[in-house]
């Protein structure tokens, strides 16, 4: 596969990227820097930064594969500190999110930590007012992740009381804005790439041409989208003797800012032979949700598995079955799905590795 040769970031490119707070090139370097290293065999170093770039977007889905993808030796304690952030924003516990941000050294990436602070509570504040009328001085401050105290210092909306009133008068966040790749105020950028992905589909199977960061400009048959990092694959130097395109090129989601249809005349035969990708995509669709359906019930069955053998001992167990997570010991270890040892969380390691143990005699155990 060969990809745009503009698209070949270095470690100082990042460290530019960063110093002039450019998060979405930032984000795209790290994914070529990661890619790089996985093609040479080598180690990728910027773990942390990468899954804080993708925190302070509110891509906690692909933080979640960016964690499953580094190695345990790497997991240093600010990366560890930043999988209980985004386990609190997945929970919606802002305050427990911002409280973790606040009170940890992050050295280089103080900056970026606190505009993560900054781009968090912009986007807190867009939902609450697109929800709320009225709400609560308390339920207010629980949902922005702030404290009464920091509320009343600088409060966003009118209030009456111990009532306040939201409006369209949000805080500016210019980082917002520029995450989005628009300056539209205060619009979740995740909802923004869902827009384009759509748009993106109707296009498969006809030239296009791209413009990413930094003016680069690709141009090809779009053969398929990513429909969760929203990369594309685009076809190129098509031989009409063999009928097959000779280069492919990949162009990272995360590094588009605009892309349009070129109007040019080509035979109906070429553009409907990509096309015929949609037909793959409903099998692809057909076979992931039966996958799902097959995974959900191993889960289910690696959860009772576990919480009977957790039975067997003097350890007191819950389980939530609205978030699916297995408390022990009073909730001094928390075992979230999949019921990994990857998904086994708690503060005490000696507790910790009772339980891990425990993980791994059932493996060892034959299934019913």
Not at 193 to 220: A, F, H, N, P, S
Not at 330 to 357: A, H, K, M, W
């Amino acid at each position: 596969m060969n990809t745009c040769e503009t698209l070949s970031p270095s470690q100082q490119h990042l460290s530019e990227a960063l110093k002039n707070r450019d998060y979405m090139t930032c984000i795209w370097i790290c994914e070529e820097l990661e890619l790089q290293s996985s093609l040479q065999g080598q180690p990728f170093e910027f773990y942390t930064l990468f899954f804080f770039l993708l925190l302070l977007r509110n891509q906690c889905h692909l933080a979640h594969f960016l964690w499953k993808r580094c190695p345990y030796s790497q997991r240093e304690p600010r990366l560890m500190t930043l999988r209980e952030i985004a386990l609190a924003l997945c929970r919606e516990d802002y305050e427990a999110a911002f409280s973790l941000c606040r009170n940890t050294d992050w050295q280089e990436l103080n900056q970026l930590a606190t505009d993560f602070l900054e781009v968090w509570r912009a986007r807190l504040a867009n939902k609450l007012q697109s929800t709320y009328t009225v709400i609560s001085v308390t339920d207010c401050c629980r949902y922005l992740g702030m404290s009464r105290e920091e509320w009343m210092a600088k409060p966003y909306w009118r209030m009456e009381g111990e009532y306040v009133f939201p409006d369209r008068r949000v805080p500016t966040c210019h980082l917002l804005s520029s995450l989005q790749g628009n300056h539209n105020p205060i619009e979740d950028p995740l909802e923004t790439l869902t827009r384009m992905k759509t748009t993106w589909l109707q296009d498969i199977g006809y030239l296009i041409e791209v413009v990413c960061t930094q003016e680069i400009q690709v141009k090809g048959y779009l053969y398929t989208v990513d429909p969760n990092t929203n990369n594309l694959i685009l076809l190129n130097d098509y031989d009409p003797t063999t009928t097959k395109f000779h280069q492919l090129t990949l162009v990272m989601g995360s590094a588009i800012q605009e892309m349009k249809r070129l109007q040019v005349t080509e035979e109906p035969e070429l553009t409907n032979r990509i096309r015929q990708t949609d037909q793959v995509e409903q099998l692809l669709v057909q076979q992931h949700t039966m996958e799902t359906t097959q995974v959900s019930s191993a889960i289910e069955q690696r959860r009772n598995k576990l919480l009977e053998l957790l039975n067997k001992y003097p350890w007191k167990t819950e389980w939530d079955p609205t978030s699916g997570i297995i408390r022990v010991m009073e909730g001094l270890v928390r075992i979230e799905p999949p019921y990994t040892e990857d998904s086994c969380f708690s503060t005490q390691q000696n507790v910790l590795l009772q339980v891990v143990n425990l993980l791994e005699t059932m493996e060892t155990m034959p299934n019913e």
